[in-house]
């Protein structure tokens, strides 16, 4: 399975566009990229999935370079409602293994 | 539409008591999962039921982790003899097809063991 790293945790303010960056340099071919939203005191939230190039939805757009070995979610203009943990993950799009393997994420915070 | 539910939403037991969560799936999702969630951390995986079957439990910490989905709808995680390091959130998801990565989540049940 290939291994994610994103950061921790990321500072931004409200009507910012913020871009958070995930490495997967092991990214095997017929893996996907996903990502979830965490609100405190609530499940994840699929946000966005992609395999290349780009992909926008009305959420957030996700950009993933030709190589692959990493991809960008980009949230326009974040409100207050935004702050939340993101969770990048990568794995076959449909897969006998079933399981999402969760990272730790990274911690957004959107101030006033 | 109603979303996955999950019951209790926080429950507190003594070290060495049985508890049981409940998880109600988004109705005619196949596949169901568990995952659990300690403090700070990112969920991870329990175990897997397609329809009442359940096709993976190799994330289960121990033999005093059950699950079942007996109908292929509402399933039950119990817990046997808790102790301290099950207190995490236990987490339930449901999805329409076998080995989506869409997967909708329930609030989740704050398990804490005393």
């Known amino acids: ?7 921790i945790s990321m500072d931004s ?10 490495s997967h340099n092991n990214i095997a071919t017929n893996d996907y990229i ?4 965490q609100f405190p005191s609530q499940g994840p939230r699929f946000i966005i999935q992609g395999y290349k190039t780009k992909v926008t939805n009305e959420v957030a757009s996700l950009f993933i370079p030709a190589d692959r070995k990493s991809s960008t979610l980009s949230l326009p203009r974040v409100s207050l409602s935004d702050t939340a943990v993101y969770y990048c993950l990568v794995g076959p799009r449909m897969d006998s293994s079933y399981k999402l393997i969760f990272g730790s994420g990274t911690r957004l915070l959107v101030r006033p | 539409g109603a979303g996955v539910s999950q019951s209790p939403r926080y429950k507190v037991a003594k070290r060495g008591q049985d508890v049981a969560l409940r998880c109600d799936p988004i109705s005619g999702h196949v ?5 659990q969630q300690a403090l700070g ?5 329990l175990t897997y039921f397609q329809n009442e079957a359940q096709l993976d439990k190799s994330g289960l910490p121990s033999d005093r982790f059950f699950a079942e989905r007996p109908e292929g709808s509402v399933s039950t995680l119990k817990i046997q003899r ?18 989506a990565r869409e997967q909708y989540f329930g609030p989740g049940t704050r398990l804490t063991v005393t």
């Open chain 1, 1 to 7: 399975l290939a291994k994610t790293t994103q950061p």
């Open chain 2, 31 to 35: 596949s169901l999962f568990w995952y």
């Open chain 2, 41 to 45: 951390q990112g969920p991870e995986f």
């Open chain 1, 13 to 22: 303010y409200e009507g910012q566009e913020v871009n958070i960056t995930c």
């Open chain 2, 82 to 99: 808790t102790q301290q390091e099950d207190s995490a959130v236990y987490l339930c998801a449901s999805s329409s097809t076998a080995g």
């Open chain 1, 34 to 37: 996903t990502w979830y939203q």
